[in-house]
């Protein structure tokens, strides 16, 4: 696929043993969205966390806007245009919603120790520039109106919003998105698709690559589905393809004994 943003091929991740992740091969192209399903302890954080770099795969290849990516570390690959949550929501306590955003940005602040002290006129035109930029992905997502409240003060359905914001700042071309539904009730989670397809709008070309159990999510936003279970793929397709899969329905439900 030559608009792949992100490819894999053979990876594999083991821990001692263990083998986490067996031979897995993914393509996620421009402006799609895919998703990885399987039962607990089928490897789909371990793809999360080689994708992002945290862990570098036992073995495979991965490549990245057509780079490879294999020795590329966690920053770079932020860098390059991936990004984020995890399943637990890790906003900063005591900032505002406007300064977790900003975070993200910090890098961009290229002044010294001394500018930064005594607040001279280069540090203060890029910190101004991060706050307009932040503020300017709020205002996209219709959160600008609780830039100044206390992110962990909201309620859990907005500070996964605000999460989700602040892995956005970036204009990543790849949007990661561990469990994002957690904690959320059915209403939430309807609107939490909204707001995914809403992004989706809003960044042209932007892809996002999802791991969920609600598979109301699931079937509602994701056009293409890999299925983990210890470990491995045991199928790959459309929804509605994956709905109808018997390997897929074993895995969940459990295989008669005859």
Do not use: W
Not at 90 to 100: K, P
């Amino acid at each position: 696929m030559t608009d792949a943003i992100l490819s894999c091929s053979g990876i594999s991740m083991d821990f001692g043993g263990v083998k986490a992740v067996d031979d897995f091969n993914a393509v996620i192209g421009k402006g799609e969205t895919v998703g990885i399903i399987g039962p607990n302890g089928a490897g789909k954080t371990t793809i999360f966390n080689v994708f992002s770099r945290i862990y570098i795969q036992t073995a495979g290849t991965l490549a990245f806007n057509g780079e490879s990516v294999d020795h590329v570390d966690q920053v770079g690959m932020a860098r390059r245009g991936l990004s984020r949550t995890f399943q637990n929501i890790r906003l900063f306590s005591g900032l505002t919603v406007l300064d977790n955003v900003k975070v993200p940005l910090d890098y961009k602040g290229e002044y010294t120790m001394a500018e930064a002290v005594f607040h001279l006129p280069r540090r203060n035109r890029m910190e101004k520039a991060v706050a307009e930029k932040a503020m300017q992905t709020l205002e996209l997502l219709d959160l600008a109106k609780y830039a100044d409240s206390s992110a962990t003060a909201l309620p859990y359905g907005l500070q996964r919003r605000v999460e989700i914001a602040r892995a956005l700042v970036s204009e990543p071309k790849l949007l990661m998105l561990d469990e994002p539904a957690a904690g959320l009730n059915p209403e939430e989670v309807l609107q939490l698709v909204d707001f995914l397809k809403e992004i989706k709008s809003k960044f042209e070309g932007i892809a996002l690559l999802v791991i969920e159990h609600r598979m109301d999510l699931i079937m509602n936003l994701c056009e293409f589905l890999y299925v983990q279970n210890f470990g491995r793929t045991i199928a790959k397709g459309t929804p509605a393809e994956i709905q109808e899969d018997d390997a897929v329905l074993a895995a969940y439900l459990g295989e008669e004994n005859i």
